[in-house]
């Protein structure tokens, strides 16, 4: 069996992005595991779970290829979320010599001469379910399901998918997300019970984004977060003032001050933005190319988000619309060029597949966590080796714990107790929450006429990565936020992690030389939960870098006395520690 169809040029992992560092011309191993897992069961159905920028589309093209060149089918039929996704999905089947067309409406009856196959919209099947049944019955068809998850979002839309593809040959569902907010079961999808009762997909194949990141195949991904104080008006004429995230509020408190924070006529956003666009500038000194990307709430905030970026940046962004019919090749002229920003409303975020897309703001308000993880989904894809990715977003609490459980893998539950489960699926107040949230012209319109936002401040709060915090907060402009915004844009997870806790430790010591303690005379009393948690940081770095080397730990730790003197770590003080932990940062990032 020949690599490619017909002999054709050979996909990239990737597609539509560049391979990922070390994978040219190769299957990823996790594409190569799944292929021969499907291959060894050659089931009719497959679910293959596989985290945003994985090569999804690659590993669902060979086996396309596979499967037609064996004669086990003769068409080929991919559904997509959107019509640009159609568009993206033919032109990578074109490279592999599979002719997929992305016209077919539903009035013309039959696809185009010389194509195998069309591709089409989750919609555009459930409105005509027959046609495509009929498509199906008439060839051994596969049918590519892509982002699954869509299939259960409206009763008519489940029905209408297995009506269509009920008499397929095979079926190969995809999907990044495979879990949604309701319990709307996903056509073609297995449910096992578990010990609890509660039915849960059970994927052919999973890989996930923390196996993804440490195979190098994702982006490490820090969440930049962002407090502030704002003040707002109710609807009953009271003003209310409160700091973005403060613990203490109720919910409807944390949603206003959110939304006042949003607000284009305030302070905060202008400023995060200003931010955003200064980490852009620090990736862009190693990636040239790289883009941002802002998600909006809706048109009217998309619009005065795009006018705030030309004011900062001299360059007019990029506005991608919803019901904007350039849409498609607005995207693919902003993928193709190396302008700075691009705007979205938030419907489109799981379109918008821009493989230079390193950093983003998080300006919605739109907080579950089937959107988050698609949004960030926009940032995480690899091309090479060391590329970061930076995600700006309000210091809330719901987003706070979706940013810190990155790499947490769930399941679509089918049934859910009237509390919350121990993964943290679901409760009745949030799917109250999540259901306002899929209806955003009601949602929109009903939060803005409760109150008015009167006024806001932006302050940097924190950075999240690999589930640790990090900064101690500071001013907007700050040295104390510069530490963060100027981190290298050229760094893998290891060295991320290193560099993070260097910045917060050297935070740290300034902020003690500034206190009016720093000053006063004082006997040198050791602080001993400060010393250890420095021997912790040293003994988890000293571990990376053996992990890194394959040096000994023990090796590792007597070439930092040798380099930086002192005594072993048990009898170390602070400054020996701190020197120590700034010498192996330099191993990381390559100064001896």
Same mark, same amino acid.
């Given at each position: ?11 990239? %992992?990737?597609?539509?992005? @560049? ?48 499967? +037609? ?41 039959? *696809? ?36 699954? *998850? *869509? ?71 820090? #969440? ?41 006529? $305030? ?16 990736? @862009? ?9 802002? +998600? ?10 795009? $006018? ?25 002229? #902003? ?35 089937? #959107? ?21 977003? %309000? ?198």
């Amino acid at each position: 069996m020949t690599e490619t169809l017909f002999g054709g040029p050979t996909l990239p %992992p990737a597609y539509p992005e @560049r391979a990922a560092w070390g994978t040219a011309q190769k299957l990823r191993a996790w594409q190569q595991e799944a292929l021969d897992r499907y291959f060894t069961a050659q089931p009719k159905d497959f679910l293959a779970v596989a985290t945003p920028g994985a090569g999804k589309t690659t590993f669902a093209l060979r086996v396309a290829s596979m499967l +037609i060149e064996s004669g086990a089918v003769n068409r080929v039929t991919i559904v997509a979320p959107t019509d640009h996704l159609k568009r993206q999905w033919a032109d990578a089947a074109a490279k592999v010599g599979i002719a997929i067309d992305p016209n077919f409406k539903n009035a013309d009856g039959q *696809h185009g001469r010389g194509f195998i196959g069309v591709a089409v919209t989750y919609a555009q099947v459930a409105s005509k379910p027959m046609l495509h049944r009929a498509k199906t019955e008439a060839a051994r068809t596969l049918v590519i399901l892509d982002e699954i *998850h *869509h299939g259960g979002e409206a009763l008519s839309w489940g029905d209408g998918l297995r009506e269509a593809f009920d008499p397929a040959a095979r079926r190969l569902s995809l999907t990044g997300t495979p879990f949604r907010s309701d319990t709307s079961p996903i056509p073609f999808v297995e449910y096992a019970e578990d010990r609890d009762g509660i039915r849960r997909s059970k994927a052919d194949y999973t890989y996930g984004y923390g196996n993804a990141l440490r195979d190098h195949v994702v982006r490490p991904v820090m #969440f930049m977060a962002y407090s502030g104080q704002m003040r707002w008006r109710t609807s009953a004429g009271e003003e209310m003032a409160a700091s973005l995230g403060e613990a203490a509020v109720t919910k409807d408190v944390t949603s206003q001050a959110w939304r006042t924070a949003l607000n284009p006529a $305030g302070e905060w956003i202008p400023a995060v933005l200003a931010g955003a666009d200064k980490r852009l500038s620090e990736v @862009r000194r190693t990636v040239p190319d790289a883009g941002g990307l802002v +998600i909006a709430t809706d048109h009217e905030d998309a619009r005065a988000y795009a $006018g705030q970026l030309k004011k900062i940046t001299g360059e007019s962004p990029t506005v991608i619309l919803s019901d904007d019919a350039k849409a498609s090749s607005k995207i693919e002229e #902003f993928t193709a060029s190396d302008k700075r920003w691009m705007v979205a409303v938030r419907m489109v975020s799981e379109g918008v597949d821009v493989p230079r897309l390193s950093v983003g703001v998080y300006a919605t308000s739109t907080s579950t966590p089937l #959107f988050f993880a698609q949004a960030v989904g926009r940032f995480v894809r690899a091309r090479k080796r060391g590329e970061t990715a930076s995600v700006f977003l %309000p210091s809330v609490p719901q987003l706070m714990a979706l940013a810190n459980s990155m790499e947490a893998e769930r399941d679509h539950a089918l049934d859910r107790p009237e509390k919350e489960d121990g993964d943290g699926l679901f409760n009745p107040e949030d799917s109250l929450i999540d259901e306002a949230n899929r209806e955003e012209k009601a949602s929109d319109s009903l939060t803005k006429g409760k109150f008015e936002a009167l006024d806001s401040q932006a302050s940097f709060d924190r950075v999240l990565f690999d589930g640790g915090e990090f900064g101690t907060g500071g001013e907007v402009g700050s040295e104390d936020e510069m530490d963060f915004l100027g981190i290298p844009g050229l760094l893998d997870a290891e060295q991320v992690g290193t560099l993070l806790r260097q910045r917060q430790h050297e935070q740290q010591s300034r902020k003690k030389l500034r206190s009016p303690e720093a000053t006063a005379p004082a006997a040198a009393v050791p602080d001993h939960r400060m010393l250890m948690d420095l021997r912790n940081e040293l003994a988890k770095n000293v571990a990376a870098w053996s992990a890194r080397t394959g040096t000994p730990h023990g090796v590792v730790h007597t070439k930092l006395r040798t380099v930086c003197g002192g005594p072993p770590v048990a009898q170390a003080n602070e400054e020996q520690l701190q020197s120590r932990l700034r010498k192996l940062q330099d191993w990381f990032i390559g100064r001896k």
